[in-house]
């Protein structure tokens, strides 16, 4: 599936099939530390694409445009938001 931030794809006419979201909460068990931190979020981010990934795919999607992340962290959690618009090609 393509992720991309960008309002459309080049060269591809694409009809928009509806918004779709994914939320990503990995496991944090102990404190974080500045050096732990960049690997949850990048799990956080991981979780998150693959619920919005298969929200796309029910809908019949080839891509997925427009896309943006939020993030939620502190010391002992963190929350990775993701959505962004599902497409197919025509």
């Not at 990503?24 to 974080?32: D, M, Q, R, S, T």
């Not at 500045?34 to 999607?61: C, D, P």
């Amino acid at each position: 599936m393509l992720i991309v931030n960008t309002d459309s794809i080049p060269g591809r006419d694409i009809e928009v099939l509806g918004l779709v979201s994914g939320v990503g909460v990995p496991p944090i068990k102990f404190k974080l530390t500045t050096k732990a931190m960049g690997g949850v979020i990048e799990e956080g981010v991981e979780r998150a694409n693959k619920s919005m990934i298969e929200k796309a795919q029910r809908l019949g999607a080839d891509a997925i445009i427009k896309v943006f992340y939020d993030k939620e962290v502190s010391d002992i959690s963190a929350q990775i938001l993701v959505w962004g618009t599902a497409v197919r090609f025509r």
